[in-house]
């Protein structure tokens, strides 16, 4: 099993451009979820999906869009990049047991706004 | 405030020594605690789990919640430089269903050889 595939690894856009991080993971897991990573901000919740066709927001979910029409796809879309984009992007997929907390991660899209 | 605060760091300890690392939170609601350790340009990876208050050991390891001053830490004995990476303290409430964690910020530790 690849686990959590995250593409691509590194991107530079400039303020304005769209553009569409990829997430896809092979495990069959129901739960996927979008978090951006920042100095001093931690892991911050964008968007999450509990199975494919349902998505919804985290704590931070301005300027970006999610859809899951498959299991094993979750998109994230930047509309219009901003400086403030600028981060490290972590996907995450889980089954739904409950209870044990294991998110399994991709290992992050780093992303440069000019 | 953020709901989890946790000391950034950097810390640096010489190898074979005790580790504490630490999280507070606010939230009373939270029942589900974690540890998730990450390496430098890795995503992070579960390292420890607990339910409610108590302690859990694994191996080097040991995961302590102290539920009536909203106290998570994490103990690592006889430290590695292996060891070295960002430790993330996350926290769930009774609904949990994996989907919601609430993440501290992460403590930078260094084991020096």
């Known amino acids: ?45 964008i968007h999450y999906s509990v199975g494919a066709g349902i998505t919804d927001q985290g704590e931070v979910p301005n300027g970006y869009n999610v859809s899951r029409s498959t299991t094993e796809d979750f998109p994230l879309r930047l509309l219009s990049a901003a400086p403030s984009q600028t981060s490290v992007y972590f996907c995450a997929s889980s089954a739904p047991t409950g209870g044990t907390g294991e998110l399994f991660f991709g290992e992050g899209s780093r992303l440069t706004v000019l | 405030q953020k709901e989890v605060e946790q000391d950034p760091g950097p810390l640096s300890v010489p190898e074979g020594a005790i580790v504490s690392l630490n999280c507070t939170y606010s939230n009373s609601a939270f029942q589900y605690f974690m540890w998730y350790r990450q390496y430098s340009r890795k995503g992070p990876e579960l390292l420890m789990y607990t339910y409610s208050s108590g302690n859990k050991e694994d191996g080097r390891f040991t995961a302590q919640v102290d539920k009536s001053s909203k106290y998570i830490s994490l103990f690592i004995r006889d430290s590695q430089p292996s060891d070295s990476a960002t430790y993330l303290c996350a926290t769930a409430g009774s609904n949990f269903g994996n989907e919601k964690l609430t993440f501290g910020t992460g403590t930078r530790l260094t084991i020096i050889p």
């Open chain 1, 1 to 45: 099993n690849a686990g959590v595939t995250q593409t691509p690894k590194f991107q530079v856009l400039k303020t304005g451009q769209s553009m569409t991080l990829q997430c896809a993971q092979d495990m069959n897991h129901e739960y996927m979820s979008w978090y951006r990573q920042d100095p001093g901000m931690g892991l911050r919740l």
